[in-house]
């Protein structure tokens, strides 16, 4: 082994070869392996969740033939049916 070769290998720091694993979600985090991944998926699945749910009928009212829904994002839209009977029979 050269000198060189031997230099080079002595400045390897002590553990260089372990994998640091973060203990908390972080974007800035440095650690290239895991953490900004990990966080970016969470935080996808987080949007994609909110979305569904904004887009998600949460609410409904009927007035005459008049069904009214609300979304989870507070909007709402109408439906006009064509009977208005609500009789029932429950056998």
Known sequence: ?????????????TGANKITVDTAMS??????VQNKVVQAAITAASDA???NFNKSITGLSVSG???????????????T?????????VT
Not at 27 to 32: E, I, M, V, W
């Open 27 to 32: 974007t800035t985090s440095t650690n290239p």
């Open 65 to 79: 033939k008049t069904v009214t829904y609300t979304k989870g994002d507070g909007t709402t839209g109408t439906i």
């Open 49 to 51: 969740a909110t979305d």
């Open 1 to 13: 082994m050269s000198a060189a070769d031997k230099t080079k290998l002595n400045g390897i720091a």
């Open 81 to 89: 049916t064509q009977d208005t009977n609500t009789d029932t029979k």
